[in-house]
């Protein structure tokens, strides 16, 4: 390959992709400036590498919780903006699960059934962790996706269903009637407090070029079920007929329909999966960062859709990669901004890939 | 026939008729309300005062909301970032300068009210137009992700301590971060009022309003004029929008929402009228926002959590999407029923039983309940909760509504292309008698029907 043909090939790339070439530049001053930080030691090798476990941990969670999305997203058709709520309500089912058992016969119930409303339980002083009391938090898990079922379920059932063959945006806005509804109805019981759920979990220092980055309990506890219930998804859809039929509903429901596919059982099944892996994420989420209020899954939920848009609507593996690269950007922004504008950080790269690949890094691929 | 055409068809006058119905009524039931609270004249007026504030509020939050999707097409969910960056904005341009030892930690520019309030219009259109510019070219559902995200951005920046404070054009301004931005400019109604030379005036009608209110009436007559001048706003949007939806620029607004492919084809830049389009609603919903907040002495970036941008949808979709009536119509509905009601229940509640002292959370609220059947502590825990049951109740109305009645109380009606009537004249109408459904159905417009909207083919987006 002549420097001609190099020459005129990167000519041609700048006249069709000018906001690629403008990317690659954006890319290159800011690695450029993290070296310069490193060479002149302002930054450390280890603060990056806790932020880079930092950002993987925050994916884990974020793709767990998109893949729900995102299956729900392609076969049925519409953005579910009450995704995060079912994540909050499966991380307080499941917290209330975990403080009942860590916690009987040494608290009020009621009080730990509402996961300590109003400060009267903690969740330090039950001493709560996966080392510490792991049947409570297995338990807890448990439920969580459990609870999360049933009430994507439930919902489907009573409120979707009716308008499902509607537009995509009549069941998005029903579906932020949803999730309103489930929001303040988890602050009029549970409370507006943010509160405290575990005790400082263990950890290892691990030696990093020139410091340590430390690796607690519950981050391990995240990255075995994060990993295990992806890959069993993966599974689960590469491997069963389920799989296939999914697919097939993605990609045009009155065939699958005439083909003899049973649409609705199929739904269900998005639902039953999507659910579970939403409610445990939740849990997981709260496990890991250790403080819960009622707000958290929403929050969480503008980050997922960035992931899901990411990876590509439909995509299962786009949402996990979707949920990494948001989880890093999220984390590792702050090596170049202020912290404040960590989230802001996630979405621009979304943005960013709206405009340069707005079909999503897995284009074309609807569920798995 | 369906319930929406009746509903207009009873009301003499149309919907103007049915907005001053609905209007008339809302005020009756706040005055029962208040006579039920034991209210004095003051009370009352204040109250009064209140509900003009919100329904004024609501409605033009809710019309701007039309220009964007009963008229364009566009969903957008992040209206109340558009508001605190025009808020924000206005108070930057507008405060004081800064004073060492001053009440404010942050100054502003200290330039006039109105280069203030067109200073945060044009901040929020132009906010819009970035949002605009990479998600209008793809799905709908984009557009709304990013929106919202624009609006939590937004309200976590002025959160966030980095633009507490700094430096512009050699004075200390800011945004004051999470305990808020006192807006220490001189007050809206003074600076109106003044700039007309017309403050003696005012001053004489609040010392006249003495003999109805003795003690301190200021504040009162500021209330009522406030109310009254934002009415004014919501006819002058209102007119407007009227205005922009029958020029041609509103016929491709209307014809990008039925079928922008169409809209293309016939040479139409889309993208750059649903460009317009929403820059327009985004200073608009800006202005909505400065008239929200300019009066309330400070700002705080948590007021603008996207509950506001669920409320102005209710609003929306409650008048019906697609007509600049309905939007009025909702804004006031929702202003009455769903978002001051609640509130005054609860005020009713306390006045006619006193000295009750509610349970401080749900387990106390509950326990009584399992235990002896005692309801009365978890009815007065979900009364003194109200505020947050209210936001429950909105979220199944929305559902009930999509369920139900998607085209709300006075959406998708039929729309003629053409300038001249098409309907009937009266006269043949009545020569043959029933006939005058069908033409109805087909297009035809109730004289003196002033807004109308959704093509004659309106079903078209239903699908």
Redesign the interface.
């Known amino acids: 390959m002549g420097i001609a043909e190099t020459y005129s090939r990167g000519r041609a790339l700048a006249i069709e992709r000018p906001f690629a070439l403008v990317l690659g530049v954006i890319a290159a001053v800011l690695l450029g400036d993290l070296l310069l930080g490193l060479a002149t030691g302002q930054t450390q090798f280890a603060d990056i590498g806790t932020l880079v476990w930092d950002g993987l941990m925050r994916g884990l969670v974020i793709g767990l919780a998109g893949i729900g999305l995102s299956m729900t997203y392609s076969i049925l058709n519409?953005?579910n903006f009450a995704h995060g709520d079912y994540i909050t309500a499966g991380a307080f089912s499941g917290w209330a699960t975990t403080y009942l058992i860590a916690g009987l016969s040494r608290a009020?119930i009621?009080?730990l059934l509402?996961v300590g409303?109003?400060g009267?339980v903690y969740g330090g002083s039950l001493g709560i962790g996966m080392l510490s009391t792991p049947l409570a938090v297995v338990a807890g898990i448990v439920v969580a996706g459990g609870f999360a079922i049933a009430l994507s379920l439930g919902v489907d059932r009573f409120?979707f269903r009716?308008?499902r063959n509607?537009?995509?945006?009549?069941l998005?806005?029903?579906s932020?009637?949803?999730?309103?509804?489930?929001?303040?109805?988890m602050?009029?019981?549970?409370?507006?407090d943010v509160r405290g759920t575990t005790a400082q979990p263990p950890s290892v220092g691990l030696y990093f070029v020139d410091g340590t980055v430390f690796i607690d309990a519950h981050d391990i506890t995240l990255l075995v079920i994060a990993s295990g219930l992806m890959i069993g998804v993966h599974l689960l859809l590469q491997r069963t007929k389920l799989g296939k039929a999914m697919r097939a509903m993605a990609d045009n429901k009155d065939l699958a329909l005439i083909t003899g596919i049973p649409t609705e059982r199929v739904v269900r099944s998005t639902w039953i999966i999507g659910g579970g892996l939403t409610g445990i994420a939740g849990y997981m989420f709260v496990l890991w960062k250790g403080t819960l209020g009622f707000n958290d899954g929403?929050?969480l939920l503008?980050l997922i859709?960035?992931a899901v848009?990411l990876g590509g609507i439909g995509s299962i593996y786009g949402a996990i990669t979707g949920g990494l690269v948001i989880g890093l950007t999220a984390s590792m922004s702050v090596l170049w901004i202020?912290s404040?504008?960590a989230?802001?950080a996630a979405?621009v790269v979304?943005?960013v890939i709206?405009?340069v690949k707005?079909s999503g890094l897995f284009s074309g691929r609807s569920t798995a | 026939m369906s319930v929406k055409e009746d509903i207009t068809a009873r009301v003499p006058g149309g919907d103007t008729g049915l907005i001053v119905l609905v209007l008339a009524s809302a005020y009756l039931l706040y005055l029962l309300a208040g006579i039920g609270l034991g209210y004095d004249l003051r009370g009352q007026l204040n109250s009064i005062a209140t509900l003009t504030f919100y329904i004024g509020v609501f409605a033009m939050l809710s019309l701007a909301l039309n220009l964007h999707w009963g008229y364009t097409g566009l969903f957008n969910i992040g209206i109340v970032g558009f508001m605190a960056v025009g808020v924000y904005v206005m108070a930057l341009v507008s405060k004081p300068l800064y004073v060492a030892g001053g009440a404010a930690q942050v100054g502003g520019l200290g330039l006039p009210l109105w280069v203030g309030i067109l200073a945060g219009m044009l901040a929020a259109a132009i906010l819009g137009f970035v949002v605009a510019l990479p998600a209008l070219r793809l799905r709908a559902d984009y557009l709304a992700i990013v929106t919202i995200a624009m609006s939590e951005i937004v309200r976590f920046s002025f959160l966030s301590g980095d633009l507490q404070a700094f430096s512009l054009m050699g004075t200390r301004v800011g945004f004051g971060g999470g305990s808020g931005l006192i807006l220490d400019f001189t007050p809206p109604l003074e600076a109106l009022f003044q700039a007309f030379g017309l403050w003696g005036v005012y001053n004489g009608l609040v010392d006249a309003f003495r003999a109805i209110v003795p003690t301190n009436p200021k504040p009162v007559v500021d209330g009522l004029i406030y109310g009254l001048l934002l009415l004014g706003f919501v006819v002058a949007f209102y007119w407007l929008l009227k205005r922009t939806g029958e020029s041609p620029f509103g016929r491709v607004l209307k014809a990008i929402r039925e079928d922008e492919d169409v809209a293309n084809a016939l040479g139409k830049n889309t993208d750059g009228f649903k460009i317009k389009s929403f820059m327009l609603g985004c200073a608009l919903m800006g202005l909505a926002g400065i008239l929200w907040l300019m009066p309330q002495g400070a700002v705080t970036p948590n007021f603008f959590r996207p509950r506001v941008t669920f409320f102005v949808w209710i609003a929306l979709i409650i008048g019906g999407a697609g007509s600049n009536t309905g939007s009025v119509l909702g804004g006031a509905v929702f202003a009455a029923v769903l978002y001051q009601g609640p509130r005054y229940f609860q005020n009713l509640v306390s006045t006619v039983f006193p000295n009750l002292d509610s349970p401080s959370g749900f387990g106390q609220a509950i326990s009584p309940l399992i235990s002896s059947f005692d309801p009365v502590p978890f009815l007065l825990y979900t009364i003194d909760s109200i505020r947050q049951l209210q936001l429950v109740v909105m979220g199944l109305v929305l559902i009930w509504l999509m369920h139900n009645r998607p085209e709300g109380l006075l959406g998708h009606r039929k729309e003629t292309a053409s300038v001249i009537p098409l309907s009937r004249p009266k006269s043949m109408v009545a020569a043959d008698g029933g006939a005058d459904e069908s033409v109805r159905t087909d297009g035809g417009v109730d004289e003196g029907d002033s807004t109308v909207d959704r093509e004659s083919n309106g079903g078209v987006d239903d699908e």
């Open positions: 519409f953005a009020d009621g009080a509402l409303a109003g009267s409120i009716p308008v509607e537009d995509g945006i009549t998005l806005i029903t932020i009637g949803v999730a309103f509804a489930l929001r303040y109805m602050q009029f019981v549970f409370g507006s929403w929050l503008l859709f960035a848009i202020p404040a504008f989230r802001a979405f979304m943005i709206l405009l707005p």
